[in-house]
């Protein structure tokens, strides 16, 4: 089966939510997957964790330009999109400083205590 080619409205539409998803600049992103509590949290099978490994991705999306980005990309930010969705309506209660939760979160480009 060959791979389906995104409308444009299809690509503006997961741009926009992925602009919506992630709230962290391609540096501050960096900065965040250098350090041990990036490194901390995820699965991952001895490696490196799918959500860190998706942050380098997210990373190298922001920094493209839209013109060089191909539905492999657009894939990727849907699912970004997704897992922050999810993710974030299993909010726990109190203080999310410094837990997991939100680790994993920022490693996905979105954190929660941005903003607020």
Not at 17 to 46: C, H, I, Y
Not at 75 to 103: C, F, I, L, N
Request: aromatic letters at 6%; hydrophobic letters at 30%; zero cysteines.
């Amino acid at each position: 089966m060959a791979e389906q080619t995104l409308s444009d409205d299809d690509r503006r539409g997961i741009a926009r939510d992925f602009g919506e998803a992630v709230n962290m600049t391609p540096k501050e992103l960096e900065q965040w997957l250098e350090t041990d509590e990036s490194r901390s949290v995820g699965q991952s099978d001895g490696g490196e964790s799918v959500g860190h490994a998706s942050g380098r991705r997210i990373v190298e999306i922001l920094r493209a330009k839209e013109a060089d980005l191909g539905d492999d990309d657009y894939a990727h930010m849907k699912k970004v999109v997704g897992y922050v969705h999810r993710h974030s309506a299993q909010r726990p209660e109190g203080d999310v400083t410094d837990t997991k939760w939100r680790y994993s979160l920022m490693n996905w480009g979105n954190d929660p205590l941005k903003g607020s």
